[in-house]
């Protein structure tokens, strides 16, 4: 089984300030990690994931996340918020196989303040 | 990746009623996907849809009340029946990409927005 706790389902953070937004995922096997954006009224598009490898992972509009397995942890940070960044973030986790599944947090609505 | 459309991208419904919730993928896919996310909360998984095969609907979820169909690799269509107000949700349907190695990475179209009165 497999689970994603989102820590703060609500972040605010001034414009030009760090971001961080935080996951912690449980699995019994390696995971693979998605970081999902999804913005007023639209899809989920994705940010980034990991799989194997590198555990510092970019994405897109500037943010990046890391794997620690030590915290079974995957947060997601950008060095400096732009208005355009609001929007529900979720995190998620997946495993290796055919009938592969993402599980997701309950998301995290980050708010962007001048 | 892979493109996604949806129809209808919002409805109204009463009561008792059913709606059919289109998925349009660019390219053929192999595994595709349906979510609903109620109001203010995250996603749920309602089935996945195989072609050639029926759907594996997950727990808390029959297919008397959300029949899904998968004619072909490019579509898959919801209906949510008999409807009720808390069927009211956004129902989204993803596709899978593996790109050759099984990344389980998910591609979502833009959702529909179903308002059940």
């Known amino acids: 089984a497999q689970s994603v706790t989102q820590l703060g389902s609500h972040v605010s953070v001034s414009e030009g300030a760090l971001v961080l937004l935080r996951c912690n995922y449980s699995s019994s096997v390696p995971p693979y990690l998605f970081w999902y954006v999804q913005y007023p009224n639209q899809g989920l598009q994705l940010l980034l994931k990991y799989t194997t490898g590198a555990t510092l992972v970019k994405g897109i509009n500037g943010f990046e996340a890391e794997f620690k397995k030590s915290e079974t942890s995957f947060h997601l940070t950008k060095p400096s918020a732009h208005m355009s960044d609001a929007a529900e973030y979720f995190c998620a986790v997946s495993s290796a196989g055919t009938a592969s599944k993402l599980t997701f947090g309950t998301g995290t609505r980050l708010q962007v303040t001048l | 990746s892979a493109v996604i459309s949806q129809k209808p991208s919002r409805d109204i419904c009463q009561r008792g009623t059913s709606l059919t919730i289109q998925c349009q993928v660019d390219?053929?896919?192999?595994?595709m996907f349906w979510y609903r996310q109620q109001p203010g909360q995250s996603l749920t998984l309602i089935a996945t849809?195989?072609?050639?095969?029926?759907?594996?609907?997950e727990s808390g979820f029959v297919i008397d009340k959300f029949p899904i169909s998968r004619p072909n690799l490019t579509f898959s269509t919801l209906t949510v029946s008999n409807m009720s107000p808390e069927d009211s949700s956004i129902y989204l349907c993803?596709?899978?990409?593996?790109?050759?190695?099984?990344?389980?990475?998910?591609?979502f179209g833009p959702g529909t927005r179903l308002t059940v009165l």
């Open positions: 390219s053929q896919v192999t595994m």
């Open positions: 993803s596709v899978e990409t593996s790109g050759g190695i099984t990344y389980n990475e998910q591609f």
């Open positions: 849809a195989n072609q050639g095969s029926e759907a594996t609907y």
